[in-house]
Each structure stands twice: as C-alpha cells, then as structure tokens.
C-alpha cells in the first residue's frame, strides 16, 4: 500500500497482467475497516473508497 504523506513509500512497476488484479498499486485513502465491516454504504467510509473508472475515462487513458 502506498502512503501519499511518507515521502519514502514506493510502489510496484504497472505492468499489462494489472487488469486481472491490480490490488497491489492500491494508495491508502483512510478507508476503515471495521466501519466497512459493520455498515458498507456508511457515506463518510464511502468518500475514502477508490472509484472505478467510467468506460469513457478508460478509453480517453488508452488514446481513444
């Protein structure tokens, strides 16, 4: 996971199998946990959730 506050936090290289997982680029947001755990739709946990792409936003990164 990478910490955007910790100037000494790397992450792994992107590589082309990343669409099967990608897990490993993930950037802490302050999702927590055990209030995932209890209540997933809980509206202050959800504004820390990674988003997915839009079909739009993934074809305009590819060039499209």
Not at 12 to 27: F, H, Q
Not at 39 to 55: E, K, V
Request: glycine content about 6%; proline content about 8%.
């Amino acid at each position: 996971m990478v910490y955007p506050n910790n100037p000494q936090s790397v992450t792994r290289t992107l590589s082309a199998r990343y669409y099967k997982d990608g897990a490993e680029i993930l950037i802490d947001r302050g999702w927590d946990m055990a209030t995932g755990e209890k209540d997933f739709d809980d509206p202050l946990n959800q504004q820390h959730r990674p988003r997915r792409l839009t079909p739009r936003e993934c074809a305009r990164l590819m060039g499209f």
